[in-house]
């Protein structure tokens, strides 16, 4: 199994486990025997701060294409509209989050699971992660100032 | 004198929602009672044809007027102009007490090439979805048309103009207060029968864009993208919605594609689109981009193909018409390299 990796956002440590996979949109993916379980990466969980409210936007058992908008999500700190990984089909969502979602916080890679998911893509790899942190991370907090302004 | 009353004008919503309709009742019966102001309903703005009763009435009013209406004012200010009821947008101190932070009064900066020809005169536009207490509606009412009674009236203007015929029969016609037309003191602007809670003369829905000039640079991106015939320009080659009709409904495509952010979709769900002022960012922020959101582009040429799909045609994807320059980039901060090119450019070399 692949190390675990830490990305410096600014002097928060985000974990980055080396026992799954993660898509572009800032979602890790660990293999399960039906496919993968979907969470937010810790990256995405700071950036959010504390998670208010989670809605899916379809039904379990839905195929869906990616970037098709799956959901909503609300924090202390943001509003976002979710997107699928990748192309595939969304088996069930974690029901316990919808009444209280703070194990996103405060569990992020366990049971802040969001939804299982079967899919044929290609995800990144922790280190291929990681370089995309890195690449994107200027832009990243450039665009939260620019929105805070 | 009455001469100076302000006309109210009242753009009723598109569907029948109670709540909707009673708040534009309540409002109506309040100003049919006050004497400084001139009150008539007319349908819901987008959807007139230039030649409805009710637009026909907009277009004969000479002076300032009241517009309230079921869309952001910016988005009504510019189905106005687009009909040729052109003046200047007047100030409303109605929009949220959140605002205060920002510099009131400060014209907003623009870099569009502007409205064609706009006489001096000013158009409020009032949101009726700002709040659902009619009294809120009428103080600001009333605050405008003390604002506006202080302005002496230009009769010169009057006097050089040329009046339209309506204008001329208001004019020549004036009703005598006391005898207001069906028990009610309002001009029947949208309707013939003269009775103000009537329905006014049915109307369809319609679907179509609105360009705000304080934002549009000319730069016919709209034209190159929009493949069904929406777009031409007039005899200056300045941009213009020609056959508003070929429009495809729903489809805000050549919206995402606009730099400036100056086409208008009154009736679609996002409110940028739909012509909310600025960014529309609230206290939060968004973070759809991070979590995969379609670039506009993307979304612009997807709503195009669906569109040249149901009408039979090839879908083009991002082969025809797609803006050259850069998209999606964020807006850097000046850096000192902007700063030196700059300075380059200043010594005059």
Known sequence: MADDLVFMMGEYQASIPGDRLYSKNHLSLLPTSAGFQVGFTAYSVRLLQDVYFLDWAIDPNTRVREKQEIGEIESSKALSTLYAPAEGTVLDFNEDLLNDPSAINTDTYGTGWLFNFETQSEFLSPPEYVKVLEAGWDETQRMIKGQIN | ???????????????????????????????????????????????????????????????????????????????????????????????????????????????????????????????????????????????????????????????????????????????????????NGAHPGSNNNGNRFSEPDAVKRRWYPVIDYDRCTNCMECIDFCLFGVYGVDHQERILVEQQDNCKKGCPACSRVCPENAIVFPGHKTPAIAGADGEVAGLKIDLSKLFGAPSALEMAVHERDVELVADGRDAVGMEVGIPQRQTGQPEKPRDELDDLMDSLDDLDL
């Open chain 2, 1 to 183: 004198m009455a001469g100076t009353k302000i006309t109210v004008v009242i753009s009723q919503s598109q569907g029948k929602n109670p709540s909707k309709r009673w708040l534009e009742e309540e409002l109506a019966a309040a100003l049919i009672m006050d004497p400084d102001v001139d009150v008539s309903l007319v349908p819901h703005l987008y959807d007139l044809a230039a030649d409805h009763t009710g637009m026909l009435f907009l277009k004969s009013v000479p002076n300032d007027m009241i517009v309230l209406s079921w869309l952001y004012p910016r988005a009504a200010h510019w189905i106005l102009d687009r009909n040729g009821i052109k003046g200047h947008q007047g100030a409303t101190l109605l929009k949220g007490a959140d605002d205060d932070d920002e510099v009131d009064e400060e014209p907003p900066e623009t870099s569009g090439i502007g409205p064609s020809s706009v006489p001096d005169r000013r158009i409020y536009c009032i949101d009726l979805r700002e709040t659902s207490e009619p009294a809120t509606y009428l103080e600001e009412i009333r605050r405008i048309a003390q604002e506006t009674s202080v302005q002496t009236v230009d009769l010169m203007q009057w006097i050089q103009g040329q009046p339209e015929p309506q204008q001329l029969e208001r004019y020549l016609n004036l009703q005598p207060a006391d005898q207001p037309s069906n028990g």
